[in-house]
């Protein structure tokens, strides 16, 4: 079915370093959601990009929507032991059907 | 608003028993999704409602499990007979639809143990 693939699944960093996580679809999206999941957690919503080459920054964390609306990424730099987590990208088909995500492990 | 409420947090349960996981959505908010979260198979949504009617539940693995949304403000998941298989964490979020795709808030989640 329709769903977003992501890249890596599984990144370890090194505390200070910098980090992208990729999402790619095969067809065109309206709009693609960002969501984390600290271990143990549920998701929590992040950030929602709607138009074409949208660029949105939260603090350490940069969210770029491609031209094509067909992929999507999530930048950090400066990785902190906060950022500890599952990302997952959500494509928006009204189904609100999650990917495998990416599991981020810090090393202090 | 106090959020999606979900109940049990935890219930451990001996395999054949009917187990039913309660959702309450936030206030105001038309879709409802239900999720199954476990390390093998991840975050699988299961079944979504819109305004109480289920939308689409090909998401639910086999006849056993069945979900129910009475009310706009309560929904039920409901196993039986549960299997040692079914142990995993069920996500109850909702949203509302305003244009576009908005926001899903998660409840807590119910962790199932079916032993």
């Known amino acids: 079915g329709q769903q977003v693939m992501q890249i890596p699944q599984y990144q370890h960093v090194q505390e200070g370093e910098d980090f992208t996580t990729y999402c790619n679809s095969s067809?065109?999206?309206?709009?693609i959601q960002w969501y984390k999941q600290r271990p143990g957690g549920h998701p929590v919503f992040l950030i929602q990009?709607?138009?074409?080459?949208e660029v949105k920054k939260q603090k350490r964390l940069t969210f770029q929507f491609g031209e094509a609306k067909k992929n999507s990424s999530l930048h950090i730099t400066a990785t902190q032991t906060t950022d500890v987590g599952t990302y997952f990208c959500v494509g928006s088909w009204g189904k609100l059907q999650f990917g495998a995500g990416t599991q981020v492990v810090v090393t202090p | 608003d106090a959020g999606v409420i979900q109940s049990p947090r935890h219930e451990v349960t001996e395999m054949g028993q009917e187990v039913t996981l309660r959702c309450k959505p936030i206030?105001?908010?038309?879709?409802l999704f239900w999720y199954r979260q476990t390390m093998m198979r991840g975050l699988e949504l299961l079944i979504y409602?819109?305004?109480?009617?289920?939308?689409?539940d090909s998401g639910m693995p086999e006849d056993r499990f069945s979900a129910k949304m009475p009310n706009a403000s309560f929904s039920t998941l409901k196993i039986q007979p549960s299997e040692p298989r079914d142990s995993a964490v069920y996500f109850c979020?909702?949203?509302?639809?305003?244009?576009?795709?908005?926001?899903?808030?998660f409840g807590q989640g119910t962790r199932l143990t079916v032993v």
């Open positions: 979020a909702s949203r509302i639809s305003a244009g576009l795709n908005t926001e899903a808030f």
């Open positions: 206030s105001g908010h038309d879709y």
């Open positions: 990009l709607v138009k074409s080459g």
């Open positions: 067809t065109t999206l309206s709009n």
């Open positions: 409602f819109n305004n109480n009617v289920p939308i689409d």
